[in-house]
């Protein structure tokens, strides 16, 4: 059995009763609007307290629900608050979808929330009237997915952005988040090769370099050591030296021996960083002998 938070429209009412109805049905404990919150009672409090008690957070995905921008439909406030205190928790967050404003654009930044999240369609079913394929369905999405903070997924997802060459999108999911103190470096250092990536390393002014120069300086004092001064050797290698920027980098074997002591830098982040390099180059191989 698994405790469930039903978050929805009251324009969807139709549907969400029949959703809980049928989890109701195969035995599982559903926190519902209607039923769980009194006429009287505080309603964001009930609603934090009913979150808190969840595990798993299932959304009925409509225009109503996360707004939808081809049609100029505004998203709901009280289901946005619900998203974000589900996410601020890091429960499992299961979209079904009652149409296409997922796809076609939802509103608050929901489009790439849930885009990167296994959806449900449950549109067939609101027409056949069976639920039990649907059921079945989000209990076992909800077992695949691995329980991970928030903090985790964001920063995950944006690595694989930046592994698959989508800078921008790397750039925008951290954007939208507040990390705690424990992953602000590795943070900043997604956020710094893949700005440097979007940019070109060939293409940086004096400026440029000496600004990336200073974040990935201030990172050697953090757990970020051994990858910031990959990047610095990078820099000075492929980017000072070529345009003949006068800079105080250290040498490349100095900055190698300066992390021998350090874990590594991960086999991901040298993945990516040597993206900056010329396909003949060497440079990693030597980093790492």
Not at 37 to 60: H, K
Not at 81 to 94: F, H, P
Not at 151 to 167: C, H, V, W
Request: with cysteine; charged share 25%.
């Amino acid at each position: 059995m698994k405790n469930i938070f039903l978050s929805y429209s009251s324009k969807d009412s139709a549907a969400a009763v029949k959703i809980f109805d049928g989890l109701k049905v195969a035995g599982h404990k559903v926190w519902f609007a209607p039923k769980n919150i009194l006429g009287g009672e505080n309603y964001a409090e009930n609603i934090e307290e009913g979150i808190e008690q969840c595990e798993l957070f299932v959304l009925l995905a409509s225009k109503h629900s996360i707004g939808n921008k081809l049609l100029k439909v505004e998203a709901s406030e009280d289901v946005g608050n619900e998203i974000q205190l589900a996410k601020d928790k890091g429960l499992k967050i299961i979209p079904l979808t009652l149409d296409n404003s997922l796809v076609s654009g939802a509103k608050g930044g929901n489009n790439y929330h849930f885009s990167r999240k296994q959806r449900i369609d449950i549109a067939v079913s609101l027409d056949s009237g069976d639920f039990s394929p649907i059921i079945e369905k989000i209990i076992a999405t909800a077992d695949a997915i691995e329980t991970k903070s928030l903090d985790l997924q964001y920063i995950e997802t944006a690595e694989r952005d930046l592994i698959i060459g989508d800078f921008e999108q790397s750039i925008r999911a951290l954007g939208q988040y507040s990390f705690a103190d424990k992953h602000v470096a590795r943070v900043e250092f997604i956020r710094l090769i893949a700005n440097l990536l979007r940019k070109g390393i060939k293409n940086l002014n004096i400026s440029e370099a000496d600004e990336f120069t200073a974040e990935f300086e201030r990172l050697r004092h953090t757990k970020m050591a051994s990858s910031a001064a990959y990047m610095l050797a990078i820099l000075k290698l492929f980017c000072y030296q070529p345009k003949g920027f006068k800079n105080t980098i250290e040498d490349f074997s100095a900055l190698k021996n300066s992390v021998k002591s350090f874990e590594p830098i991960e086999v991901k982040y040298r993945f990516v960083a040597d993206k900056l390099l010329p396909a003949d180059s060497q440079f990693a191989i030597e980093w790492l002998i």
